[in-house]
């Protein structure tokens, strides 16, 4: 049993940096903005936050810092996309090669720095429980944060007056204006909000996950993120889940391989894109249910004068 | 209209803006000039110097594989002075754009040009063909041409230290070792840690888990993960970063350092690095370039020359064990020890080197089998 437990707590701790991330991109989208700077501001946020954690030795300084970090790249994107009008793909393309080349360039001394010894968390009373204590009590916070942050969201966007505005928004930026809502600035909110939580990803990546700085360290897992929020219909419970199970089969093929499975790695390797797909697509296979839930002006300008 | 014109004038600005800066710190092109403005008025009187470039894969702030090769260029700078002048471009793709840049670099008449990865062969043999009078070096090939030779490091030598190492200091008895890329230098490599490990504790089994890439650090440390829950206590890599020793280090386990000196990333974890040191060779080849005696030849290059070692060996590892390295280290040195002799098992049981063989090089090169003791299987397509 106990490996089992081992699997499933290396699951959740390999689904909450992808859940994070794809959650912030998720707000984005309601509200209508595509970012696919995402890989970028989780490098900026990562360096930042590894720096932060090099200096002050505090966590959660450096969480906060990947966090501003992460705002920070993203206003820059908001300002061009909601008020010059560009074009959002191409900026947040843009945005993701700047932050690429921006992470390496203000890294280059980090690279050889190390972190002091990580610290380690667990439930008290919980924790000490067999088998379910070390696959769900032992884990860093954060991994506890990222399921609260998908139920508030998933109340927020459903249940609340604000969340209601911002996926208005999202649906029809001329009739929310047209309401009076400011339409610019709550896109820009969601795109800070959505810049944060990139930002809080990749420096979890840096600071806990994966304790260290070398460039493009965060290998793509922003396109990922980008991937799951499309694939899980932008709806916050389904991107938990296909970030879990991405986790879960990435782990598992892991644990295939130690154990000397007859199927070649790299297949194994394939399979959590695979399986993710696969799933998602299964559970979202209604086109109804596809365009209620797609942002009608996902992607679309807006100008507040036409 | 005017208005709209405007607009769309300081949206362009904005995204070439960003562009540009993308552009500027993106692609990380660096000369490294010995005395940029002296050259130009330098009196006629003294030679030019010799231009040397370099290709690398990776970034130089990898912490691995390409930052020993950018050691390797510093300490030839170091060595020869003005009489060279050297300059590298990093992250080159193995592909098409690989061309593109080597022939630029023959463009700003260089003469002597190192392409540091497998991917850069044919590009490179292709180039050679029509520049004779460049003289090109390919790490990790098999292509050569008059004016093209390979050169490579024996990184299995180091491997062997290191499992000796990793025999004696398991207490499960099971090693774990991430696997990048299912290719021949690395399975040799996998082989050559289990050997090692045999030597000193017969009962030890690895257990290998490929991730497929050369660097991917939330990869590596998940596999590493991986193994550590699956009863591994002492962790081997063959990935370019550090990932697999922090996560060593994390969880109370021991690991090593590959490529380059990492025990600062694991204090409590590193047990020692298997490092590449390409000085030595990046300096004779340079000599025979400037007095004239380069020549096409293969060269594989290990602890005997200086190019491989295992280094920061931790103090946890026992005394006999140290010492057993040190003797192992001589022996390689005066050529004197094979790591590669029979007897030698495959995993499937049958011999591959009889009671008393020893590998030859072109055996070595051609090592796509596990030996007893590595659990799994090879992966397709090597």
Redesign the interface.
């Known amino acids: 049993m106990e490996?089992i437990a081992?699997?499933i707590a290396?699951t959740m701790n390999?689904g909450t940096?992808l859940a994070i991330a794809s959650l912030g991109l998720l707000i984005n989208e309601r509200a209508g903005i595509v970012n696919l700077g995402a890989e970028g501001m989780m490098l900026v946020a990562a360096i930042a936050g590894f720096a932060t954690g090099v200096h002050t030795g505090n966590d959660w300084l450096a969480f906060a810092a990947g966090a501003g970090a992460g705002a920070a790249m993203a206003l820059?994107f908001g300002v061009?996309v909601i008020w010059?009008?560009?074009?959002q793909y191409?900026?947040g393309l843009?945005?993701s090669?700047?932050g690429?080349?921006?992470s390496?360039?203000v890294?280059?001394r980090y690279?050889?720095e190390?972190l002091g010894d990580?610290p380690r968390f667990e439930i008290p009373g919980l924790a000490d429980l067999p088998f379910v204590g070390p696959a769900f009590f032992k884990h860093h916070p954060m991994v506890y944060i990222a399921i609260v942050l998908t139920v508030v969201l998933a109340w927020f966007l459903y249940r609340s007056r604000a969340g209601l505005v911002l996926r208005a928004v999202g649906e029809s930026p001329e009739s929310a204006h047209a309401l009076g809502y400011p339409v610019r600035r709550i896109r820009l909110l969601a795109v800070l909000a959505g810049g944060a939580l990139c930002g809080l990803a990749g420096a979890y990546?840096s600071v806990i996950?994966?304790?260290?700085w070398?460039?493009?360290?965060?290998?793509?897992?922003g396109w990922i993120a980008l991937a799951l929020t499309t694939f899980a219909t932008w709806r916050p419970a389904r991107v938990l889940l296909g970030a879990y199970l991405f986790g879960g089969v990435?782990?598992l093929q892991?644990?295939l391989?130690?154990?000397?499975?007859?199927i070649?790695?790299?297949l194994l390797?394939m399979l959590p894109y695979l399986a993710t797909i696969v799933v998602l697509v299964l559970i979202s296979r209604n086109p109804t249910f596809i365009r209620v839930n797609m942002p009608a002006s996902l992607g679309k300008p807006f100008y507040p004068g036409s | 209209m005017t208005d709209f014109t405007k607009r769309t004038l300081i949206r362009l600005a904005g995204l070439g803006t960003l562009a540009a800066a993308a552009a500027l710190v993106g692609c990380g092109k660096k000369e490294e000039p010995a005395a940029p403005a002296a050259t130009a008025e330098a009196p006629a009187a003294k030679p030019e110097p010799l231009k040397i470039a370099f290709a690398y894969v990776g970034p130089v702030g990898d912490a691995g594989w390409t930052f020993a090769h950018d050691n390797g260029r510093k300490a030839l700078e170091a060595e020869f002075g003005d009489r060279v002048q050297t300059s590298f471009v990093e992250s080159v793709p193995e592909g098409a754009d690989a061309e593109r840049v080597i022939r630029d670099m023959v463009n700003q008449g260089n003469k002597l040009i190192f392409g540091t990865t497998f991917g850069y062969m044919d590009y490179m043999l292709k180039i050679a063909g029509d520049h004779k009078d460049v003289k090109f070096e390919h790490a990790t090939g098999y292509k050569t041409a008059e004016n093209m030779r390979t050169y490579d490091s024996r990184t299995y030598e180091g491997a062997y230290m290191a499992g000796v190492i990793a025999g004696a200091m398991t207490k499960s008895n099971t090693l774990g070792v991430v696997g990048s890329v299912p290719i021949p230098e690395v399975i040799r490599n996998i082989n050559s840690f289990t050997l090692g490990a045999q030597s000193v504790n017969p009962k030890v089994t690895t257990k290998v888990v490929w991730v497929n890439k050369w660097f991917d650090p939330p990869k590596e440390g998940e596999a590493a993960q991986s193994l550590l829950n699956q009863g591994a206590d002492v962790l081997f890599q063959n990935t370019d970063s550090s990932a697999v020793l922090q996560a060593a280090e994390k969880a109370g386990k021991l690991a090593f350092g590959w490529d380059s000196d990492m025990s600062h990333f694991g204090p409590n974890a590193h047990l020692g690095s298997a490092i590449i040191n390409w000085a030595p060779y990046y300096i004779k080849a340079t000599r025979d370039v400037l007095e004239g005696t380069w020549k096409t030849e293969t060269t594989w290059w290990g602890v005997k020359e200086g190019a491989i070692d295992l280094v920061s060996v931790s103090d946890k590892v026992p005394a006999d064990i140290r010492a057993k390295v040190d003797t192992i280290r001589a022996g390689l040195k005066e050529g004197s020890y094979n790591i590669w002799k029979g007897p030698i098992t495959g995993q499937d049981g049958k011999e591959v080197l009889k009671d008393g063989e020893v590998a030859d090089d072109k055996f070595l090169h051609g090592i796509n089998f596990y030996i007893k003791g590595v659990e799994g299987r090879v992966p397709a397509g090597s």
């Open positions: 490996p081992l699997l290396a390999a940096v820059l061009l010059l009008n560009t074009n191409a900026s843009a945005l090669l700047f690429v080349g921006f390496a360039f890294g280059i690279t050889q190390r990580r990546i996950y994966t304790p260290l070398v460039e493009g360290m965060i290998a793509g897992k990435t782990m892991f644990h391989q130690g154990q000397g499975v007859q070649a790695s790299q390797t």
